[in-house]
């Protein structure tokens, strides 16, 4: 199992924290605090009014809390996870990390505790690492739309109280499917086990019974499925990504072929055109057509020398011949 992460509990007392939430940016604070928040933003330069106003906005929150606790308007102890990840939101842009861990979150924390002493808190002030951020901010955003969902039920009782609430329930469907692949059954982690208690949350809620356009919430995926497509995947590669992978010896020896023999008719017409056109129509192939005439009828009148030659020996031959005596003897029985 993973190491415990403090962080993640933050979401058991969500409906008190949401009460306290508006009063993050109130910003009145005594001297003292002043006084301490202008010094401590004196550490980030030109980053220095920024560190000075939600430094206010911290401790001013913080002496909220006592009061609402004082009034038990809230009750619960349990604030520091989300007094951290709050922080750390608003913080989330300051570039100087070395700076908030060495200064900003010690100092504060022994200013703040100070204020939180009688009753019970003690805040632990953090930077969140980036991977658990984005995981809270993904809980945050699901207990954050069914918070809402709750409360427009309540506001809206004398009216159709399930016109804007199936839109929170819509909405956390569409958050919780999204992330709940990364969630395989053997695998126990707090942000895993954080969507299962909001998916059992969520589950038990039937104001508005079944809203036609939420989706259902998707079951975990099994982690031996999960292995099995990864290495099918890898096996088999997307056929539109990688086309070639898939055809086989004799598909691309025929696709060679089908692109090689146009190209080389393409190359011979060419090449038969340029000469045509190079014996026909410049001066270069007209003294090329002469030499070849010439050629020619040089070549005839020695084929007629020749046989006129020819004939003259047979003649000759012939009337040799005719005048030849034969002298045949016969000899009597």
């Known amino acids: ?8 509990n933050i979401f058991n007392d969500f ?3 949401k009460i306290l939430e508006p009063r993050r940016t109130y910003n009145t604070v005594g001297y003292d605090d002043k006084f301490f928040c202008d010094d401590l933003g004196t550490k980030f330069g030109n980053r220095r009014d920024k560190i000075i106003n939600h430094c206010k906005h911290f401790l001013s929150l913080c002496s909220e809390y006592t009061v609402m606790r004082a009034l038990q308007t809230v009750k619960s102890q349990n604030i520091s ?6 922080l750390n939101c608003d913080l989330r842009d300051i570039k100087e990390k070395h700076i908030l861990e060495s200064d900003f979150y010690p100092m504060m924390m022994v200013q703040s505790n100070e204020k939180l002493k009688n009753f019970g808190c003690t805040l632990d002030l953090h930077t969140i690492k980036d991977n658990d951020f984005n995981n ?14 709750n409360m427009d039920v309540k506001v809206n009782r004398q009216q159709d109280i399930c016109k804007n609430g199936c839109h929170y329930k ?39 019974g079944t809203c036609s356009e939420v989706p259902s919430l998707k079951s975990r995926p099994s982690e031996g499925i999960t292995e099995k497509e990864t290495a099918e995947e890898m096996q088999n590669p997307d056929p539109i990504l990688n086309p070639v992978s898939n055809e086989s010896g004799s598909d691309i020896s025929f696709n060679k072929d089908y692109v090689i023999i146009p190209v080389t008719l393409c190359i011979m017409f060419g090449l038969f055109l340029f000469l045509f056109l190079f014996y026909k129509f410049t001066p270069l192939g007209s003294v090329l057509r002469a030499k070849i005439m010439k050629k020619n009828i040089m070549l005839n009148n020695i084929d007629e020398e020749e046989n006129k030659s020819v004939l003259e020996n047979y003649e000759t031959e012939h ?4 005048n030849t005596p034969y002298h045949i003897a016969y000899h009597s029985a």
């Open 1 to 8: 199992m993973d190491d415990e992460n403090e962080d993640y």
């Open 15 to 17: 409906d008190e924290y």
């Open 81 to 86: 996870g989300i007094m951290n990840y709050w």
């Open 136 to 149: 809270l901010k993904t809980l945050y955003n699901l207990y954050d739309n069914l918070y809402k969902f």
């Open 170 to 208: 819509a909405q956390c469907a569409k958050v919780y499917n999204t992330h709940i692949d990364k969630c395989p059954i053997n695998k126990n982690s707090k942000f895993c086990n954080e969507l299962e208690n909001f998916r059992k949350k969520y589950s038990r809620d039937n104001t508005c």
């Open 319 to 322: 009337i040799s011949c005719g």
